[in-house]
Every structure is written in C-alpha cells, then in structure tokens.
Antibody, heavy 122, light 108 residues
Framework: QLQLQESGSGLVKPSQTLSLTCAVSGGSLSSGGYSWSWIRQPPGKGLEWIGY???????YYNPSLKSRITISVDRSKNQFSLKLSSVTAADTAVYFCAGGGNDSDGYYLNYWGQGTLVTVSS | SSEVTQDPAVSVALGQTVRITCQGDSLRSYYASWYQQKPGQAPVLVIY???KRPSGIPDRFSGSSSGNTASLTITGAQAEDEADYYCNSRDSSGNHVVFGGGTKLTVL
C-alpha cells in the first residue's frame, strides 16, 4: 500500500516561491504506470488540480497556473516536488500530493497525502 | 467547455438512495472519478472507470454515465456518508484534469 507524505514550508512571503516535496513509501515512484499529482484546496473551497508528472517524466500543468509551476521527480529519493513561483494570497491553500492511474479507466487518484497548509503572507 | 459542474448540495433521508451528478462535455469522452472528503481529511477515491470501486469502498457506492453526465449513486445512504463529494475527469484536450466544484451531501 503506497503512502504519501508532503513536506515543505508552511509560510511563504508574497512574490516568493512555494516549494513542497512528496515522499512516497511502500512502493517505487517508477513502477506501475502511475502519474503523480498535486492538488490544492483553498480554505473552505473545492479541489483544484495543479498538475501531474507521468512515470515517464512528462508533465502536464493547469493552464491557469502553467507559467508558475514546475513539477519534478527525484527517483533516487522516491519523491516528487512542486514549485510555484510568484505566489500571492490567492495561493493560500491545503496542498495535497496524490498518485493514481491515468489510463483507459480515466484519471483517478488512489493514494493521497494528508495535505499540508501553505499560507502566503508577509 | 473544459469544465465539469456539480450541484452544490444534496440531501437524502437515512437509508434512502441518492444520486450526485457531474456534467461536462469531456464526460462524453472520458470517465469520471469520484471522491469523498470529510472535514479535515484528504479525499478518498470511491468510484473510477466504468463503475469500479477501490478495495474497502462499500458496494452501496456505484457509478454510471450517460452522455455528458456522470453520476454517483449511494444506495441506502448511511450517516457516515455525509461528506463532500467531488468528481473529476480529463478535460476535452485529454491531457489536463478538471474537478467539479463539489456536492455537499447531508444525510437526514
């Protein structure tokens, strides 16, 4: 059973870069054909897809955030990461990492981290 | 349109059946997946593909699709099913992903 755990700064100043890492345990990031995603949820609001990286290394980003996002994988550490640049208060949210299938059954997220609150404030 | 939309709130009497829907053009081409989220918790996948349930999800949860509408049905709703439910799917491009705005389910 895969387990995911987010880590990173919980407080980021406006205009700076948010950096989060998701450590994967109980299995390899490189196996199984999974895609690895970042999702966020502003306080009291719904889920927003940020982007995902395929096991192959290909990345796909939310068009509304694309210019500010980088998702990468460190296979040696079995983890993947999110960088979001030029943050504003609107980027304050609980950030989830998740993994799952992206195949003939559609896009689905079987495994989720617990989520980490990131607040953008000076 | 690349969006999928959900009704904001639905209620159901204990033990009755409720259907939560998700509408969007991309659902004509791609399956929706459904997630249950309780306060302060991460979402949990309850339905994906053509009515597939992950291990541990009760069989009172089922999924279906017709045209541009995907549905999550709970047959015999329980008190513990009270939660927010989100659908998601690929968008019309096939490479990006969209989430519905969520449906708050109240079990009366």
């Amino acid at each position: 059973q895969l387990q995911l755990q987010e880590s990173g700064s919980g407080l980021v100043k406006p205009s700076q870069t948010l950096s989060l890492t998701c450590a994967v345990s109980g299995g390899s990031l490189s196996s199984g054909g999974y895609s690895w995603s970042w999702i966020r949820q502003p306080p009291g609001k719904g889920l927003e897809w940020i982007g995902y990286i395929y096991h192959s290394g290909s990345t796909y980003y939310n068009p509304s955030l694309k210019s500010r996002i980088t998702i990468s994988v460190d296979r040696s550490k079995n983890q993947f990461s999110l960088k979001l640049s030029s943050v504003t208060a609107a980027d304050t949210a609980v950030y989830f990492c998740a993994g799952g299938g992206n195949d003939s059954d559609g896009y689905y997220l079987n495994y989720w981290g617990q989520g980490t609150l990131v607040t953008v404030s000076s | 349109s690349s969006e999928v939309t959900q009704d904001p709130a639905v209620s159901v009497a204990l033990g009755q059946t409720v259907r939560i829907t998700c509408q969007g053009d991309s659902l004509r081409s791609y399956y929706a997946s459904w997630y249950q989220q309780k306060p302060g918790q991460a979402p949990v996948l309850v339905i994906y593909g053509k009515n597939k349930r992950p291990s541990g999800i009760p069989d009172r949860f089922s999924g279906s699709s017709s045209g541009n509408t995907a549905s999550l049905t709970i047959t015999g709703a329980q008190a513990e099913d009270e939660a927010d439910y989100y659908c998601n799917s690929r968008d019309s491009s096939g490479n990006h992903v969209v989430f519905g705005g969520g449906t708050k389910l109240t079990v009366l």
